[in-house]
């Protein structure tokens, strides 16, 4: 039995009585933070679901919206094209350019709407990849082919390189197409005077990197972190008398991505820019880098 006349031992009893008083108060400090990283952990949970749903019903919303704009789009564009043949007589020349003026506005319109479709799409998890192979020689001529209508600038030219080696990629040819044809519609709607060139090399990681170089306005570094993202617009005067969602690099970016690639830009103001993108020669058929649960098709 201790000697509690001891002044020794009296001390030590009483440090030992202090710390056991001290660890009960972290003990019940400990139990006050647990419960509430619990209810914390709750609380973002539940906003994790909030925004979430949000998230759906943006989605739901576009898809459904794009879906209905479709039908009075393609009456404007059949009416339009209706008036342009003639059918219902001849045309004056004011008229002809009104027409032509809302033909190609509802060509623009319709543009739009493609991408919130494509984009609800992307963010729903409804996209699916379909890869397969083919030659690149194939994928550079129909992007020609499909541009050729509309260039209607005789200033600005556009080049398609030879690619340097005849590789063949096993992608989804469709989805990369939309990529570029986002790229170079971007380049041809922002160059006045010069060329859009469009490239392909491989890289030594069994990588292809795609670009689309311009000599059109550029682009200011402050607004390239910014450039990808969803309804991005640029403060310029040539911007805002261009039409747009701002969708098309977000889209591109995505979809980049869904193939397991990346998008980059390199420009400065008044020089030009170059927008590429990245990707396996060889799609992964793994799922481990498809967001948001979208499949692959074989």
């Known amino acids: ?9 009296a001390a030590m009893e009483a440090t030992l009585l202090d710390q056991a008083q001290q660890i009960e108060a972290m003990q019940m400090e400990l139990d006050e933070t647990n419960r509430g990283v619990v209810a914390l952990y709750a609380e973002l949970d539940t906003q994790a679901q909030q925004l979430q749903r949000a998230t759906d019903l943006k989605s739901r919303f576009l898809a459904y919206m794009s879906h209905e704009f479709r039908t009075p789009l393609s009456a404007m564009r059949s009416l339009s094209r209706l008036l342009l043949d ?16 809302i033909d190609s506005t509802a060509g623009e319109f319709g543009e739009m709407v493609d991408d919130l479709l494509d984009l609800a799409k992307v963010e729903a998890g409804r996209v699916e990849i379909s890869p397969a192979w083919f030659e690149m020689v194939d994928l550079f001529s129909a992007l020609r082919g499909m541009f050729r209508p509309v260039l209607t600038n005789p200033e600005v030219a556009l080049v398609f390189e030879e690619p340097q080696h005849a590789s063949r990629l096993f992608t989804d040819d469709k989805k990369l197409s939309q990529i570029l044809r986002n790229f170079v ?16 090399l491989e890289n030594a990681d069994d990588t292809i ?12 570094p402050q607004f390239h972190p910014a450039i990808f993202q969803d309804f991005a617009q640029i403060d310029s005067p040539i911007q805002k008398r261009l039409r747009g969602t701002g969708l098309g690099l977000s889209l591109s970016k995505q979809l980049a991505e869904l193939l397991g690639g990346t998008v980059g830009l390199q420009s400065e103001l008044g020089v030009g820019s170059t927008f590429s993108v990245t990707i396996p020669l060889r799609l992964n058929l793994r799922n481990d880098f498809l967001p948001d649960g979208s499949s692959i098709n074989e």
């Open 185 to 200: 519609s971007n380049a041809l709607k922002f160059t006045a005077k010069g060329e859009v060139r469009v490239s392909a």
């Open 86 to 101: 003639r059918v219902d007589g001849p045309l004056t020349v004011e008229q002809e350019r009104q027409v032509r003026f």
């Open 209 to 220: 990197t795609f670009a689309v170089t311009d000599s059109g306005i550029g682009i200011d």
């Open 1 to 9: 039995m201790s000697d509690s006349s001891d002044p020794k031992i």
